[in-house]
């Protein structure tokens, strides 16, 4: 049974839920774990002080606690270790946690960091930067990069239906896309690593976190209507099935994808800006162990 816990505490992203921190510190204080605190204010600070805790040896987990940005970077800090990560979900998707199937009450948390299995999920790479979820250019982008952090922090999802709107009345975008060598033109892409997307939705259901590979989904809209059709083909798990009949979504299995573009066009990785075109994503060959509930879903056993 683990005793000796680091929590990393992302001040600067906004919690949503601050609380859960709390109450999963003192259920762990209560079996007689240690737990050391940090509040941290950037994703480059919980990054480096996650290496220096994983390899100094001094806790048997380093836990992540915020949105999967803060996941992200503890993640990138703790490869090439054979210390755990484990996460609190305190953010607004969760992403992770819904891959996972961990629910953010305090009590079923604390289970797992005490008693959780291991598993090993893969690292994917984007320009060079480790990801564990996805990466993508066009639409959602530019809806990350719209996003008020502070807005979102005190209302939650809500805080993302301005940013929508804004993005959705631009024109597409035009990406050249290269997918392990073969050509393809699209409006929007997204380099998934896992199976879920902004949170419960199911956006390549071939992939997951723990396979070593990649599923680039293309979104080819020329319209606003046709890309409303294709975020509620989304949000209502249909999206495969709009890909096998429409033609305007695709989705490739693959280890390799580079996106360009005429002129620069916003990217994201795990739901955070990440700079413009052009990206090149692949595959990782590094492995990061993450606690997961006993229960945990999906292809976490």
């Not at 680091?6 to 709390?22: H, Y």
């Not at 480059?44 to 290496?51: D, E, T, V």
């Not at 291991?118 to 690292?123: D, F, G, H, K, N």
């Not at 809209?221 to 695709?250: E, I, K, M, P, Y």
Request: proline fraction near 5%.
């Amino acid at each position: 049974m683990r005793r000796r816990f680091l929590v990393l505490v992302n001040a600067g992203a906004g919690l949503s839920q601050p609380w859960l921190v709390d109450e999963v510190a003192r259920a762990l204080q209560r079996t007689g774990a240690s737990v050391t605190r940090e509040t941290l204010g950037e994703f480059a600070a919980i990054r480096q002080l996650a290496a220096t805790a994983a390899r100094s040896r001094r806790y048997d987990v380093v836990v992540a606690a915020g949105g999967d940005g803060t996941i992200r970077a503890a993640a990138a800090g703790m490869s090439g270790t054979d210390v755990p990560l484990a996460i609190i979900p305190c953010g607004t998707a969760n992403v992770l946690a819904q891959e996972i199937g961990l629910k953010a009450r305090p009590d079923l948390v604390c289970q797992m960091l005490r008693e959780g299995p291991q598993i090993s999920i893969a690292c994917a790479r984007a320009n060079g930067e480790p990801f564990l979820l996805m990466a993508g250019a066009g639409f959602d982008a530019r809806v990350v990069g719209a996003l008020n952090h502070g807005l979102k922090s005190r209302i939650g999802k809500a805080a993302y239906t301005g940013p929508v709107l804004g993005a959705l009345m631009r024109s597409p975008d035009t990406l050249n896309v290269t997918i392990d060598n073969r050509c393809f033109e699209a409006s929007w892409v997204v380099i998934a690593n896992a199976r879920h997307y902004a949170g419960r939705f199911v956006l390549a259901p071939r992939t997951g976190i723990q396979q070593r590979g990649l599923e680039a989904v293309l979104f080819r809209a020329r319209s606003r209507t046709v890309l409303l059709g294709q975020l509620l083909s989304l949000l209502r798990g249909r999206l495969d099935t709009r890909a096998s009949r429409n033609g305007d979504v695709a989705m490739h299995e693959c280890a390799h994808v580079r996106i360009s573009a005429a002129g620069p066009v916003p990217v994201q990785i795990d739901g955070d800006p990440f700079g413009m075109t052009p990206l090149e994503a692949q595959a990782g060959s590094e492995a990061i162990r993450l606690i997961v509930p006993s229960s945990a879903r999906g292809d976490a056993p």
